[in-house]
């Protein structure tokens, strides 16, 4: 019963256009070509049972919650290519 429901959920996100979600397919592209250029994908994933009104001021713009996600998404990945590349810490 719980595939069943998340399997449903699953395909309804896919159809909803008002949540700021993107499509399997778009992500599936955004990651082939993230991939292809050893670009890390920044991904902040919202639970399903949350509301995201609390994640996003409207429809595409993320609140500071998120905005401080990714930031510190950010800095990890580029703390991490730091120490591996060899090169020093960039201002």
Do not use: W
Not at 25 to 39: F, G, I, P
Not at 45 to 73: G, L, Q, T, V, W
């Amino acid at each position: 019963m719980a595939c069943q429901k998340d399997r449903v959920l699953e395909e309804a996100a896919e159809l909803d256009f008002l949540l700021p979600r993107i499509k399997r397919v778009y992500l599936q592209e955004l990651q082939r070509v993230a991939n292809a250029s050893k670009t890390p994908l920044i991904q902040t994933p919202i639970p399903r049972d949350e509301d995201e009104s609390k994640y996003f001021i409207d429809y595409c713009h993320p609140r500071e919650i998120i905005n401080e996600r990714i930031a510190s998404m950010i800095v990890s990945h580029i703390d991490a290519f730091e120490k591996t590349s060899g090169r020093p810490p960039s201002i």
